[in-house]
C-alpha cells in the first residue's frame, strides 16, 4: 500500500546570528578606532609645544568677541550683542568699530609737504653728491692715464717713470716724486731741485692745470737726522715741499688754488720697515676732493 501523504519540511531560522554573528565585530571595529583616535590625540599634545597650543586654540576661538571678565565671565561676559549698543552692558565693548579720519588740517598739510620737501631735498642732495664722486673719480683717473702717456711720449721723462707714483686716496689724487737709489730729486741735505726733477714738476703742473682741485704739497724726508747744525728734517721736509710749489706756480698753477704746503720729516715714511730707505724721501702732491655741497639754507 503507498503512501501518498506529501513530506513537510520545516525550516528553522535563528535570528541574531548567534556565536557566528558579525555585529560585534562591528562594535569592536569603533572601539578600535577610538582607542586609537584617542591614543593619537595624547600623542600629539604630548609633542606641541605650548605656543603651537596656543595656536590651535586661538583657531577654534571666536574671531568676533573680545575677552571680558564680567558678568557671567563667559564667551559673552554678561553682555548682549547689538547693533545699535542698547543692550550692551559689559564693560568691554564687543565689536569696535574704526573712529572715523580726523579732516585734514591746514597745519598738517603743511607738516606733511615739508616732511615730502625734506625727503626729496635730502634725496636729490645724496643723487648730487654720488654724481659729484663719480666724475671726480672719472677725472682724477683721466689725469693719471694723461700723467702716465707723457711719461711714455717724453723721452727725457721716460727714465723717471720709476721716480712717479699716482694713486688715488681718501684725500684725493696723490702724485709722489720719490728718490731711487741712485737718483736723487733734490741735492743732498738741501732744498735745491735737480734740473730733471724740474722737467718732471712742470709735467705735472700740465696736468694739474686741467682740473680745478685745490692741491696740498707735503715733504718727507728719511730718518736719517740733517747733517746741517740747526737745520732738522721739519725744516728741510718744509724747504722741499716749498720748492714744488714754487716750480708748479711758475707754470701757470695759480696761487689760490694752493691749500697747504707742510713739512712732515721722516714721520710718515713709505716704507716703514725701513725708515733709512731713500724712497722715504719724496714731495707729495694731492689734488683734494671737492667738498659736499651745503644743504640749503646752511649757514657756517
Request: no cysteine; net charge positive; glycine share 8%.
Amino acid at each position: 500500500m503507498s503512501d501518498d501523504r506529501p513530506i513537510i519540511k520545516k525550516v528553522i531560522k535563528v535570528s541574531g546570528g548567534g556565536h557566528h554573528g558579525g555585529a560585534w565585530k562591528v562594535a569592536y571595529a569603533d572601539f578600535v578606532t577610538a582607542m586609537m583616535a584617542f591614543f593619537l590625540l595624547m600623542w600629539l599634545i604630548n609633542t606641541t609645544t605650548p605656543e603651537q597650543k596656543r595656536g590651535v586654540a586661538d583657531y577654534f576661538a571666536p574671531a568676533s568677541i573680545s575677552e571680558s571678565r564680567s558678568g557671567a565671565g563667559g564667551i559673552l561676559g554678561g553682555t548682549a550683542l547689538g547693533e545699535d549698543g542698547a543692550r550692551n552692558s559689559g564693560t568691554t565693548a564687543l565689536v569696535s568699530k574704526l573712529a572715523p579720519k580726523a579732516p585734514k588740517t591746514p597745519d598738517s598739510k603743511k607738516g606733511k609737504s615739508r616732511k615730502n620737501n625734506s625727503a626729496g631735498s635730502d634725496v636729490s642732495e645724496n643723487a648730487l653728491q654720488q654724481a659729484l664722486a663719480r666724475r671726480e673719480d672719472m677725472a682724477f683717473k683721466e689725469a693719471s692715464e694723461s700723467l702716465r702717456q707723457a711719461m711714455q711720449d717724453m723721452p727725457e721723462l721716460a727714465e723717471l717713470s720709476k721716480n712717479l707714483m699716482v694713486d688715488q686716496t681718501p684725500e684725493g689724487l696723490r702724485i709722489q716724486i720719490v728718490d731711487q737709489e741712485g737718483r736723487s730729486m733734490f741735492e743732498p741735505g738741501s732744498a735745491d731741485l735737480k734740473p730733471h726733477t724740474i722737467v718732471l714738476l712742470r709735467s705735472v703742473a700740465k696736468i694739474i692745470n686741467r682740473l680745478p682741485n685745490r692741491i696740498s704739497i707735503y715733504g718727507h724726508t728719511d730718518a736719517s737726522p740733517s747733517a746741517a747744525s740747526g737745520y732738522s728734517n721739519w725744516d728741510l721736509s718744509f724747504n722741499r715741499a716749498n720748492a714744488a710749489r714754487q716750480i708748479l706756480q711758475e707754470s701757470q698753477v695759480p696761487e689760490d688754488r694752493f691749500y697747504q704746503v707742510t713739512g712732515k720729516a721722516g714721520s710718515e715714511p713709505l716704507f716703514p720697515d725701513d725708515p733709512y730707505m731713500p724712497g722715504n724721501r719724496r714731495i707729495s702732491i694731492v689734488l683734494l676732493r671737492e667738498a659736499p655741497p651745503l644743504p640749503p639754507g646752511h649757514k657756517l
